[in-house]
């Protein structure tokens, strides 16, 4: 996976779920992330359903390996 242009090995992000709210506008459809980072024979997890968040914590986990 790679976050800005900096590869990061044994991480993904993956949508888990979706449900859909009404609007102004119509049917909004909003996405639950999980993010997932293998360090050291363990797999940490997050969910989120803010993309930027899962990403700056997944730098944050690289930075404290």
Known sequence: MRIN???IKNAEISV???RKVQGL???KA???YEARI???GR???KQSEDLGFLQ???LSQLEAA
């Open 5 to 7: 242009n900096q590869e």
């Open 16 to 18: 888990v779920s979706e």
């Open 25 to 27: 506008k119509g049917l």
């Open 30 to 32: 909003i996405f639950t």
């Open 38 to 40: 293998k360090k050291k």
């Open 43 to 45: 797999t940490y997890k």
């Open 56 to 58: 700056n914590w997944l």
